[in-house]
């Protein structure tokens, strides 16, 4: 199973406003300000692949300098990237196909629009069965069963019950199309507000309390001091497949939330802020997991962080049993988790419905019902593929694999292709810095981001493209 990425919603603190007009159905939302765009994106980055895939891929490809590598790239390919789809959104306005068109009427570019948008409607089905995992293990948890959690044919019992896992799945998803049928206003901004400090607040306590563990020091060390015998090109790959997904690169949401974007907002800052806000998170998943798996495996600690996805809904529950506390620690943990999952879900099944609206000129109503009928349709199969339809395979690859192979290893690489060659093509990189810079700031960083576009871009996103399906054909191993 690859990462279950995805991405987050739009965010309000105090003082984060997004207002939506009543004049037309197509008139464009927008933040406040710098603070409403910050928050929102960087909520589209904190999910479930910054809380297990992250700790994973730090453990497998050399802790510490896993983490060195994948923050240069985030602060130099991503900060690229992000950049690009946010001044594209911005300058044009629109959602993903409507950016494209703006710019270009060629097949192509109407190609790379769609791409960009058909992404987080493959996305947000799955990730909303994997949400409704995440619900099951929290009742569990409230409801005492820290033991039966733990059992060693938990996790695959629960998935193999058709009924038990499609009913978690609808439950997940009614929550997630609950707050976008209640707007921006009173749904997505009021959940927010809620989710967003309660999680941050949660990863700081469970950080805490993991790292005085006895015997955490260990995966402390592991995890923040680089250790270069342990570097290898696969780390590059890795930590680059990490950043792309994580940053929420082409998956639509960036041109979406560029579009709401105010022309006195730096767009240089903002992404920096929201890089430095990820990369905070991530690191605070990695003090949660990487020590408690050091001080509760004791000599297994090696083997259990390699275990992928199932880190989080096997080997965790084991280390919470083990523990005096198990329970609370176990409500805490998947608590952050369910908010982190539903207010990504929330992100993509938005990117999803504003394209409806745009491209169909129909109701947000409208456009919710029907997004949420294309997520009760590929949601229930990967519900599904695990049980009553798990005779049915895709390249060797059960449906919920498939849909997250097709989407994060194979189309967005693609997709992100697409806008590096809008903007060297089309746009122009002196257009995309007269954006930049239409707040009336310098743009700082326009030599390494000019380089980058250039020199670097598409070869790192055919890297990964070809890594995966190499990947995924068995000639190699990541």
């Known amino acids: 199973m690859n990462e279950f990425q995805v991405s987050e919603l739009r965010l309000n603190l105090e003082g984060v406003n997004f207002i939506m007009s009543n004049k037309s159905l197509n008139s464009r939302a927008s933040f406040s300000g710098k603070l409403g765009y910050v928050l929102a994106t960087a909520g589209s980055a904190v999910g479930l692949g910054n809380i297990w895939r992250f700790p994973y891929l730090a453990a497998k490809y050399g802790g510490g300098i896993f983490l060195l590598v994948y923050v240069i790239l985030a602060i130099t390919f991503g900060y690229s990237l992000m950049t690009s789809e946010t001044a594209l959104g911005r300058k044009s ?157 082409a998956m639509g949401i960036l041109y979406t939330y560029g579009s709401y974007m105010k022309k006195d907002v730096s767009i240089e800052k903002s992404t920096f802020e929201v890089e430095c806000f990820d990369t905070l998170v991530a690191v605070l998943a990695g003090l949660m997991i990487i020590p408690a798996v050091f001080a509760f495996s004791g000599a297994d600690a090696a083997k259990n962080l390699q275990t992928g996805p199932s880190l989080m809904f096997v080997t965790m529950p084991k280390i919470f049993q083990s523990m005096g506390i198990g329970t609370v620690i176990g409500i805490a943990f998947f608590l952050l988790v369910f908010f982190a999952a539903l207010t990504s879900s929330v992100s993509l099944a938005e990117s999803c419905v504003s394209t409806v609206q745009d491209e169909c000129h129909i109701s947000r109503k409208k456009s919710t019902f029907i997004v949420g009928a294309l997520m009760l349709l590929l949601g229930s199969l990967s519900s599904f593929g695990f049980n009553i339809l798990s005779g049915v395979r895709i390249f060797g690859m059960d449906f919920l694999d498939f849909f997250d ?13 697409a806008t590096c060659v809008l903007v060297l093509r089309t746009v122009t990189l002196d257009s995309v810095a007269e954006e930049v810079t239409s707040c009336g700031e310098k743009f700082h960083n326009r030599k390494v981001y000019n380089f980058v576009m250039k020199y670097l871009a598409i070869a790192f996103l055919g890297i990964i493209l070809i890594s995966s399906v190499l990947n995924v054909l068995g000639v190699i191993h990541m």
Not at 405 to 417: D, E, G, R, T, V
Request: hydrophobic fraction near 55%; charge should be positive; aromatic fraction near 14%.
């Open 93 to 249: 306005k629109k959602s993903p196909v409507g950016a494209f068109h703006h710019f270009s009427s060629s097949k192509s570019a109407s190609f790379g629009g769609w791409i960009n948008a058909i992404i987080p409607m493959i996305i947000c089905p799955y990730y909303c069965v994997i949400g409704g995992w995440v619900l099951r293990y929290l009742a569990g948890y409230v409801a005492g069963g820290v033991d039966r959690l733990a059992g060693k044919n938990y996790f695959s019992n629960f998935i193999g019950n058709a009924a038990s896992v499609e009913g978690w799945f609808l439950v997940f998803s009614i929550c997630t199309l609950a707050v976008i049928l209640f707007g921006v206003q009173n749904g997505v901004e009021r959940a927010s507000k809620i989710m967003m400090p309660v999680l941050i607040i949660l990863a700081i306590i469970i950080a805490i309390y993991s790292m005085t563990r006895p015997g955490a020091a260990a995966g402390v060390k592991y995890l923040l001091v680089p250790d270069f015998s342990r570097f290898s090109w696969m780390t590059v790959v890795s930590a680059m497949g990490q950043m792309f997904y994580s940053l929420s690169i």
């Open 405 to 417: 192979f097709l989407s994060n290893s194979i189309m967005m690489p693609i997709a992100a292709i």
